[in-house]
């Protein structure tokens, strides 16, 4: 495979993530808005403000990371006619900043749940329960696919790396 085959195999996914994570983000939405006006208790309150606070960034998230992709595929086929070895190294570069960010993404999950524990150890309320379930949820959904997209990166970027 050359950089062009390996470059469309990850674009694909990320635009696959992109639309999954979008389409996640409406179904939050839709349970947030369900949690709130339907059950109107305190957990369902806690929970329904922590999902719509995720189906939000899920919802921007994944759909400008599905729609920005095809320009991506684009803009780097095309450089890529024009100066092949530049356009590989620059690639390279980017990655691996993307590759490293993942690090912070996890911690992040990480301080999610240790927020999450701390709400169910000393508030203990049913919205501060509902909160903590919609953090736990936020970080288990965050790790999952965080998971998967920096397997993904780091495979591109190996093969980048690999290139003569």
């Known amino acids: 495979m050359d950089f062009l085959d390996h470059m469309k195999v990850y674009f694909r996914a990320e635009q696959l993530t992109g639309v999954g994570v979008a389409v996640l983000g409406l179904v939050l939405l839709i349970a947030s808005v369900w949690l709130w006006f339907g ?17 939000l960034g899920a919802l921007v ?10 320009r991506q595929v684009a803009g780097l086929s095309q450089s890529y006619q024009q ?3 530049g356009v590989v190294a620059v690639e390279g570069e980017r990655m691996e900043k ?8 996890r911690i992040i999950f990480y301080v999610a749940i240790v927020a999450a524990l701390g709400l169910l150890l000393f508030v203990n309320t049913p919205v501060a329960i509902g909160v ?7 970080a288990i959904v965050g790790i999952t696919v965080d998971t998967y997209a920096e397997h993904r990166a780091q495979v591109y970027l190996n093969a980048i790396l690999a290139l003569p």
């Open 39 to 55: 059950l109107r208790d305190g957990f369902a309150r806690g929970l329904g403000v922590t999902l719509l606070v995720l189906a």
């Open 61 to 70: 998230g994944g759909a400008g990371l599905a729609w920005k992709t095809p």
């Open 83 to 85: 100066n092949g070895v």
């Open 98 to 105: 993307v590759v490293a960010n993942f690090r912070l993404y």
């Open 132 to 138: 903590a379930a919609g953090l736990l949820f936020a």
